[in-house]
T-cell receptor, first 113, second 115 residues
């Protein structure tokens, strides 16, 4: 079945450091890919998405590129801030499939001043 | 902007008790979902409703029932709570369904403990 694998956390960085959170996927169809963010005590929010190969999703300084050849969708940010501390989830949905959005297990990021 | 509202925010139950988690959205969305979030497991889909009047099982439906009361409301019921159902429960909605790349809008969650 479809699955998403994220790098295990927690990840701890200093402010202004470069961030990469790895995400790879397995899908039977041709998926759309998403990154969601969960701030403490809140529900998940869509951060960015990409719906076809080589698409780049971006939002709030975060970027991720849909790489079909490596089945990856790594999240990057050039300079993190304390306010970026949160749990990040990679997710996919297979086009034409069911309504089941498949999530990775989440990666907790802590940014220290 | 209310978005997705879940009640209650916290609840403690004894094994065998029943309860209903409430969810309402004010965005005129067609599709609604219930997830549970457990440490190290990410989010797992319990049930979803693609439109008013329909419900379908997700990945982990056992021990739960749902009701799509109307377009706005989608409730989750635990008939006989078990300690394994201790979790954080999230309700979400989308306008036309995730298959069409619509983002899900999440509530703030219900933290449920079963003793």
């Amino acid at each position: 079945g479809d699955s998403v694998t994220q790098m295990e956390g927690p990840v701890t960085l200093s402010e202004e450091a470069f961030l990469t959170i790895n995400c790879t996927y397995t899908a039977t169809g041709y998926p759309s890919l998403f990154w969601y963010v969960q701030y403490p005590g809140e529900g998940l929010q869509l951060l960015l998405k990409a719906t076809k190969a080589d698409d780049k999703g971006s939002n709030k300084g975060f970027e991720a590129t849909y790489r079909k050849e490596t089945t990856s969708f790594h999240l990057e940010k050039g300079s993190v801030q304390v306010s970026d501390s949160a749990v990040y989830f990679c997710a996919l949905i297979t086009q034409g499939g069911s309504e089941k959005l498949v999530f990775g297990k989440g990666t907790k990021l802590t940014v220290n001043p | 902007n209310a978005g997705v509202t879940q009640t209650p925010k916290f609840q403690v139950l004894k094994t065998g008790q029943s309860m209903t988690l409430q969810c309402a959205q004010d965005m005129n969305h067609n599709s609604m979902y219930w997830y549970r979030q457990d440490p190290g497991m990410g989010l797992r889909l319990i049930y979803y409703s693609a439109s008013e009047g329909t419900t379908d099982k997700g990945e982990v439906p056992n021990g739960y029932n749902v009701s799509r009361l109307n377009k706005r409301e989608f409730s989750l019921r635990l008939e006989s709570a078990a300690p394994s159902q201790t979790s954080v429960y999230f309700c979400a909605s989308t306008k036309t369904g995730v298959r069409l790349n619509q983002p899900q809008h999440f509530g703030d969650g219900t933290r449920l403990s079963i003793l």
